[in-house]
């Protein structure tokens, strides 16, 4: 399993994320935060299903852009897989020919843009030799994490979310996990946002890690662009071996 934490800056450092986005093996994503922005249209148009684990707007910015590039006019339609909240988001406050044109009605009406496809918790989807297990984590709206699974290798990815359990409980129960992608968003003394905002801190980063059973890997991501060198530190201070900052643009192989 190939795994790229799509990179988002432009100007500097592209280890300062904005927006978020992975791509796993070059034909599938999870979230479209910057996935309209990265390499070209002809590679774009390679992604043919996109999961999204929630409605923010980082995880969903270039979502249209990513689908007018990727689009050729055959009928080879993106599918976007997302939970009821996601889809009726998409449908009420962005495909709303106000924001951005409705792609989903022009699709219905056989001008292929995307076909929504609703995930359920817990129900594994099949695609492009993958299979994605929607997981539901602790974030201020409906968010799911992902289990990605090919023949050889599990890859477990949280999104966004504060402590929770069952994301940890699916995790400890894979015997082939490989790797947790883990968000550690704001430094310690934010610990009153993250708990606002359904985020995690150091601290509680490494609370969270202690709950995985397995020796695997734990990459951190998500972290707050304006307080990247500080969360970064505070998880060094943690001692947790297992712990690594993800990098963007980075081919993980797993």
């Known amino acids: 399993m190939r795994v790229i934490l799509v990179p988002s800056a432009a100007g500097c450092d592209e280890q300062t994320q904005f927006l978020t986005s992975v791509l796993l ?6 979230d479209a935060g910057c996935l309209g922005l990265y390499r070209s249209p002809r590679e774009q148009a390679r992604v043919k299903h996109v999961f999204l684990t929630h409605s923010h707007l980082d995880h969903l910015a270039s979502l249209p852009m990513f689908l007018l590039n990727s689009v050729t ?10 939970g009821p909240a996601v889809l009726e988001c998409l449908r009420r406050d962005l495909f709303n020919d106000r924001l951005w044109p409705d ?46 699974e090919d023949d050889s290798a599990a890859v477990l990815f949280t999104s966004d979310t504060g402590p929770t359990e069952a994301v ?4 400890n129960r894979t015997p082939n996990l490989k790797a947790v992608f883990l968000e550690a968003s ?14 995690l801190t150091p601290a509680l980063f490494g609370e969270e890690v202690r709950k995985l059973r397995r020796p695997v890997p734990v990459y951190a ?3 707050s662009p304006g307080d990247q060198g500080e969360v970064v530190k505070e ?3 943690l001692g947790l071996p297992n712990v690594q900052v993800g990098r963007f643009g980075t081919a993980y192989q797993f």
């Open 186 to 199: 704001n430094p310690n003394r934010l610990a009153w946002l993250a708990n606002l905002a359904g985020h």
């Open 25 to 30: 093996n070059d034909t599938v994503a999870i």
């Open 73 to 82: 006019g055959q009928d080879d339609s993106v599918t976007v897989l997302g």
């Open 235 to 237: 998880l060094a201070e």
């Open 103 to 148: 792609f989903v009605r022009i699709s219905q009406e056989g001008r292929p843009f995307l076909r929504l496809q609703q995930l359920e918790a817990g129900v594994p989807v099949a695609v492009d030799g993958l299979r994605l297990t929607p997981v539901e984590v602790n974030h201020v709206v409906p968010t799911f994490g992902f289990l990605v």
């Open 168 to 171: 940890w409980e699916l995790a």
């Open 221 to 223: 991501v998500h972290i």
